[in-house]
């Protein structure tokens, strides 16, 4: 392998791009594209009534045919054309909201036709490296049966599980349209931390921008904006999305259901709030980066220049007495010698006391910033509420 396609995969290995769909030109509707990128498909299965739970049945085709009992399929990985295309017979899933489960990335949004409800949603979390990872997660609802299909292995549903083991709360005793509010809710609810760490993110980077900026610092600063751009454009559209189900009264959500979304739809509006906010500090970030580096430059610039101000007269002096002139009566001169480094360090002090008093070499910034509390002082109590 060449250097250049080292590199080259080394970058598509570190760099985070962006996905689009690609559709099959001329293809009909309904046709299925199965990636051999993708990862491996694993199902795992929930068959549940208020009274029994069972993990992973083998007689999974007759419990989901028992009305009494709620099947929950968890598909994770979408590489296997023969394993989606079996839990897609089991459950009644039409080809058209087959290929939107399995051509991802699908934008977010819900569709209700025939007694099926779909849901496509993005599932935040971070991967094993600790890197944000970024997933759209199918919701598929008819009658007793949910199935869920992720792309990547691993979920935010660990504590729905567990939930269900422990037999507490309402999930074990409602129905279908319940349980993919919770996993919904569950997906909305993983959000926040993400956005909390990020947030404690750019905080660190802003500080060194403003105290430390150096060159190894810009790579961290355009990852973020790039994680903060991810996060923008996964969290954003499920306002429209979680708007879209309360509008639709023909989807099959119970009003209690409603209700609950109704509260998550806020969560999501709140997220999305945070992450505007995350992407214009990213953004301003590198504008406070860049500005740190020229007023550090400056700062460098400026003690240079001081000292060659000082050292110019200097130099001068020593000029004129290095000439080799016969009749140079300071050269004879017993006090000469001792003289011209008198003067010469009467003229570096005096230009060292000149350039002080110009606040070159010095802000003054804690005269700055006591006549700066006095003034906010001064405002704050001309402003109190008496």
């Known amino acids: 392998m060449t250097r250049l396609a080292l590199l080259r995969k080394r970058f598509m290995r570190n760099t985070k791009r962006l996905r689009f769909r690609r559709p099959n030109v001329g293809a009909r509707p309904g046709v299925l594209v199965f990636s051999d990128e993708a990862t491996e498909t694993q199902v795992n299965s929930i068959c549940y009534s208020p009274d029994v739970l069972r993990h992973n049945p083998e007689d999974l085709e007759d419990l ?115 349980l993919a509010y919770t996993l919904l809710a569950t997906i909305v609810d993983a959000y926040f931390p993400l956005l909390e760490h990020m947030a404690d993110r750019l905080q660190i980077l802003e500080h060194y921008a403003l105290m430390r900026p150096t060159s190894g610092l810009l790579r961290h600063l355009v990852s973020a904006r790039n994680d903060a751009l991810r996060l923008h454009r996964a969290v954003k559209p499920q306002k429209e999305l979680f708007a879209g189900m309360l509008r639709d009264k023909t989807s099959l959500l119970s009003e209690e259901v409603r209700m609950y979304l109704n509260d998550s739809h806020d969560h999501t509006i709140q997220a999305a709030d945070v992450t505007d906010t995350l992407r214009e500090m990213s953004i301003n970030l590198l504008n406070l980066y860049m500005s740190s580096m020229a007023n550090h430059t400056n700062d460098k610039m400026k003690v240079l220049t001081i000292m060659a101000s000082i050292f110019i007269p200097l130099t001068f002096i020593a000029g004129v007495y290095g000439m080799n002139f016969d009749y140079m009566p300071e050269l004879h001169v017993v006090w000469g010698y001792p003289a011209v480094w008198i003067v010469m360090a009467a003229t570096a002090m005096a230009l060292m006391i000149y350039f002080y008093r110009k606040g070159w070499i010095t802000d003054h910034n804690r005269d700055l910033d006591q006549t700066l509390r006095e003034h906010f002082s001064e405002i704050a109590t001309r402003h109190s509420v008496k």
């Open 64 to 178: 989901v045919a028992n009305k009494d009992v709620l099947c929950w399929i968890d598909v994770q990985g979408l590489k296997s054309e023969v394993e989606i295309k079996r839990i897609a017979k089991l459950a009644s899933i039409p080809d058209l909201m087959l290929e939107d489960i399995v051509n991802v990335p699908q934008r977010s949004r819900s569709d209700s036709v025939d007694g099926r409800l779909l849901i496509v949603t993005r599932m935040i979390r971070p991967d094993k490296t600790g890197a944000i990872s970024i997933e759209q997660v199918s919701i598929y609802v008819y009658e007793n049966i949910i199935v869920t299909f992720q792309e990547e292995e691993g979920d935010v549903f660990s504590a729905i599980r567990q939930r269900l083991h422990n037999a507490k709360g309402p999930l074990r005793n409602s129905k279908a349209d319940f």
